[in-house]
């Protein structure tokens, strides 16, 4: 069974910076995909970034391009989000879920499931 936890949130100022970590675990197959979404307060969903296992692509949503890297450590049994120059606008929780694949120019959040426990990110004015 895939499992998924997410840690690493927190309270930051503008311009700061915050490290989410997605611990993974269970996955019997090669081809899948690690992706990170966020929920703000009333608006909907958004697929961040992903990652994929197959060929190490990223994926990264406009709005977060240039400012948010995501990685795997050697083994895949973490993916981080390391997310600099934050802005109040990237406040929301922040969730990692898994997926049969995403490629540089797309991710399939429709296909993503096994959602770990979010994490609060606080980004302050």
């Known amino acids: 069974e895939v499992q998924l936890v997410a840690s690493g949130g927190g309270l930051v100022q503008a311009g700061g910076s915050l490290r989410l970590s997605c611990a993974a675990s269970?996955?019997?197959?090669?081809?899948?995909?690690i992706g990170w979404f966020r929920q703000a307060p009333g608006k909907a969903r958004e697929g961040v970034s992903c990652?994929?296992?197959?060929?190490?692509?990223?994926y990264y949503a406009d709005s977060v391009k240039g400012r948010f890297t995501i990685a795997s450590d050697d083994a895949w049994n973490t993916v981080y989000l390391q997310m600099n120059n934050l802005k109040p606008e990237d406040t929301a929780v922040y969730y990692c879920?898994?997926?049969?694949?995403?490629?540089?120019?797309?991710?399939?959040?429709?296909?993503?499931?096994?959602w770990g426990r979010g994490t609060q990110d606080t980004v302050s004015s």
């Open positions: 879920a898994a997926g049969s694949w995403c490629s540089g120019s797309h991710y399939p959040e429709m296909t993503f499931g096994s």
């Open positions: 269970g996955f019997t197959f090669d081809d899948y995909a």
């Open positions: 990652i994929s296992h197959s060929d190490g692509s990223t």
